[in-house]
């Protein structure tokens, strides 16, 4: 098995954007769990994302990431995990 990192793009490359689905999208409008951004790149990350080790970041809730045009990063699947953490929220 490849390790993650092999599918890290190199520094000065863009990782791709996470394809969230529609009903995954609506829900994260709605939520305010932080995600990591960087300045002048237009992704959002999980604080454990590969691509940002070692790079300086700033948190914002994800809905305000949205709402300021970031998208999501497909190596991280920060859409999904905070989907999944907010569905198991509410059924415990």
Same mark, same amino acid.
């Given at each position: ?21 529609? /009903? ?7 939520? @305010?769990? #932080?995600? !990591?951004? =960087?300045?002048?790149? *237009? ?9 940002? /080790? ?7 809730? @994800?809905? #305000?990431? !949205?709402? =300021?045009?970031?998208? *999501?990063?497909?190596?991280c699947r920060p ?14």
């Amino acid at each position: 098995m490849v390790p993650a990192e092999a599918d890290t793009p190199p520094a000065d490359e863009e990782p791709p954007e996470e394809d969230t689905d529609a /009903a995954d999208l609506l829900a994260v409008a709605d939520l @305010v769990d #932080e995600v !990591r951004v =960087l300045d002048e790149r *237009p992704r959002y990350h999980l604080s454990s994302c590969s691509w940002l /080790a070692g790079r300086p970041t700033l948190g914002l809730p @994800v809905q #305000e990431a !949205r709402q =300021l045009q970031f998208t *999501p990063c497909a190596l991280c699947r920060p859409d999904a995990a905070l989907v999944r953490k907010s569905r198991s929220a509410q059924s415990d």
